[in-house]
Nanobody, 123 residues
Framework: QVQLVESGGDSVQAGGSLRLSCVAS?????WGWFRQTPGQEREGVAS???????TYMNDVKGRFIISKDDYKNSVYLQVNNTKPEDTGVYYC????????????????????WGQGTQITVSS
């Protein structure tokens, strides 16, 4: 079981920026970032596959950037121009057996999850 640890969550004002990080206990190539708010289902925000191909949910396109460093077993999420609706717990996820996922923004595609890091955006 891959262990994932996120960091970088914070409280920011609308229009601000922050960077989330997630490090894995072993090499893995496919990553996803998800977020969840109370009473809501976890939703896929961004993903990146082995070749660096990215997928984003429509609400964050142009504002969020996912990237990874395979040598550091890490993935990052640059969050720009934050909005109050970006508030939530952000989770990184991976499947160490995969190089590419059929549905990269679907939580069922992933086998390992971090504990989450909170982003709170105030207006």
């Amino acid at each position: 079981q891959v262990q994932l640890v996120e960091s970088g969550g914070d409280s920011v004002q609308a229009g601000g920026s922050l960077r989330l990080s997630c490090v894995a206990s072993q090499r893995t190539y496919v990553w996803g970032w998800f977020r969840q708010t109370p009473g809501q289902e976890r939703e896929g925000v961004a993903s990146i596959d082995r070749l660096g191909c990215t997928t984003y949910m429509n609400d964050v396109k142009g504002r969020f950037i996912i990237s990874k460093d395979d040598y550091k077993n890490s993935v990052y999420l640059q969050v720009n121009n934050t909005k109050p609706e970006d508030t939530g717990v952000y989770y990184c996820a991976t499947d160490p057996r995969a190089a590419k996922l059929a549905r990269p923004l679907e939580s069922a595609e992933y086998t390992s999850w971090g504990q989450g890091t909170q982003i709170t955006v105030s207006s």
